[in-house]
């Protein structure tokens, strides 16, 4: 047996693994980039290579061309064009580590010094040649600098000892090349050499300059897209405490679904209730609730909470789109609705807004038709613990279709009975396709819940209901709330025990395979990708005791 790793070894190990992890996406991306520039630099070079040979060929003779292009000028140019497309190709199809693509980026300057250096000279040693050098040279280093990820510092050490090595080079050959013509004697003069420094100098500094500007722009976007350790990916949807985004843990690269209360919402008196309902509702752990996993606020005082994300269709989609589902899924869904709300209720909270649009439909540990209830942001405690300021009990709160009678003439009594009215509207609409009660105005809906008797779930559907699933559900609606079922788990054993048929896991994986994944796919092309520009959180702004 190996020896257990001392706690530094432990720690250095870990931060290593957590390190490498993180680095995948900036090794990535600079794969993608160095490619980039091979690509850019082969054809452009292939281009400038290809084309004055054509232009020979038309003007001259084919016989001409074919001898330029293997003139000692073209064989060099022909040797640079082609360095760049080896690594063009090795970059699409092979996995470079980060450290072998920081090599080939810095070999590229280099090689293209030691190339364009010798093409320059094999044309001429005087100003012709510095000039075609310094031309060359220096827009190869600021298209790198512009293409590929790199700090101004780093930046400028590579194109300052490419340059040097270019213009040490060329030197070399004017020096060794015998003198044949008075135009080649004037590499001895001072000002070649001084413009062919200038030029050099001035290409350093516009890619120095090019690449901390471009390098802090790509660091400031990437901070702008990430809460707190959260890189925001694309919008979700929005409700009416604010929007949801999906995101991903920066550290555990663990998909995350954001929700950021909205600036319009963000008064001091919301913000307080709102991070004091995710504390209470973080005390959850039942797996169908949509588990907490962290909260915050921006410097500029909006509060977010992360959740886990989830893959899949809510209950007001899957209707519809669908239609109403069979009784023996009603019965599978309800039931796990019931045992997130026999926690939430066993440890005094209530939801006060259960409504199919808050109950999601997943996959989760290789078992299909998972539900999570989402959304406990009007979640109340039982006891009269809250603190009046920060609660709204006093009012009508809740989505009217799915009110339970006592929410709308004493909101002060909500209880849990109330979340079983609302998961026996739920019910009836997942049957029928059809709320239990509709209305031109919130008044006549409210109005319904009140007085009148819901119409029984065959007559909307269309078609038989087995009747002990019809008469659990319309127990549920019962205006009295003693008349309900006594607790959530009462109610979820009588589902349980009605005449529905059974729906297996083989009828879920079915369902999943074929119509769930349309609506998953009609659901990702909705979703909107986003840019979200809310930076840093401000852990020290939490509430005490948090």
């Known amino acids: 047996m190996s020896p257990p790793l001392r706690p530094s070894a432990s720690s250095a190990l870990l931060n290593r693994s957590a390190s490498q992890t993180v680095d995948e996406e900036v090794r990535q991306f600079l794969q993608d980039r160095v490619r980039l520039l091979s690509k850019v630099t082969s054809i452009l070079g292939g281009a400038f290579y290809v084309l004055p040979l054509v232009i020979v060929a038309i003007g001259d003779s084919v016989d001409q061309a074919m001898a330029n292009a293997v003139a000692s000028a073209n064989v060099i140019h022909f040797a640079l064009v082609a360095s760049f ?52 040279l220096g827009h190869l280093v600021v298209l790198r600098a512009i293409v590929v990820p790199s700090s101004g510092r780093r930046t400028f050490w590579l194109t300052a000892a490419s340059a040097s090595l270019g213009t040490l080079l060329f030197a070399s050959a004017a020096l060794l090349r015998p003198q044949r013509s008075p135009l080649e004697v004037e590499v001895a003069h001072f000002h070649t050499f001084v413009n062919l420094a200038l030029w050099l100098t001035f290409a350093t500094a516009v890619a120095t300059i090019g690449s901390h500007v471009i390098f802090g722009l790509r660091e400031e976007v990437r901070k702008a897209r990430r809460i707190g350790q959260y890189d925001v990916q694309r919008r979700l949807g929005e409700g009416g405490m604010g929007v949801v985004f999906q995101a991903t843990h920066a550290m555990l690269r663990r998909a995350t679904a954001i929700k950021l209360l909205s600036p319009t919402k963000g008064a001091q008196n919301t913000i307080a209730r709102f ?32 959740m886990e994300y989830l893959d899949g269709v809510d209950l007001q989609r899957l209707v519809e789109r669908g239609g109403p589902i069979p009784p023996g899924r009603v019965v599978h869904i309800l039931a796990q609705v019931l045992a997130s709300l026999a926690e939430a209720h066993g440890i005094g909270l209530i939801h006060r807004d259960i409504k199919p649009a808050n109950i999601m439909l997943t996959s989760r540990g290789g078992e299909s038709d998972i ?77 319904h819940h009140l007085h009148s008797i819901p119409e029984p779930p065959a ?57 769930g994944a349309r609506m998953r796919e009609d659901r990702d092309k909705e979703a909107k990708h986003t840019s979200q520009d809310t930076v840093l959180i401000d852990l020290d702004a939490r509430s005490p005791g948090a």
């Open 85 to 136: 497309g080896l690594a063009w190709g090795v970059t699409s199809r092979v996995r470079l580590s980060y450290p072998a693509l920081r090599m080939l980026d810095a070999a590229g300057p280099f090689v293209c010094a030691a190339a364009i250096a010798g093409l320059a000279a094999a044309f001429s040693t005087g100003p012709v040649g510095g000039h075609t050098l310094a031309l060359g």
């Open 459 to 515: 007559s909307r559907r269309g078609e038989p209901v087995p009747p002990g699933l019809s008469s659990v559900i319309l127990s549920g609606l019962a205006k009295n709330p003693s008349e309900r079922p006594p607790d959530a788990r009462h109610f979820r054993q009588s589902l349980l025990s009605c005449d529905a048929p059974v729906w297996t896991e083989q009828d879920a994986r079915q369902w999943w395979d074929t119509t």
């Open 275 to 306: 991070e004091r309902e995710v504390q209470q509702t973080a005390r959850l752990v039942h797996p169908n609730t949509v588990a907490i996993y962290d909260y915050g606020r921006t410097p500029n005082g909006m509060f977010y909470y992360a």
């Open 371 to 447: 539900v999570k209830v989402l959304d406990f942001g009007l979640v109340k405690q039982i006891e009269g613990r809250d603190d009046v300021a920060l609660t709204s009990t006093r009012g009508l709160t809740g989505t009217p279709l799915y009110l339970a009678p006592e929410a709308i003439h004493a909101p002060q009594t909500v209880g849990p009975p109330s979340d079983l009215y609302a998961v026996a509207a739920v019910g009836y609409f997942l049957l029928t396709g059809t709320e239990v009660f509709s209305g031109s105005t919130v008044i006549e809906v409210c109005a």
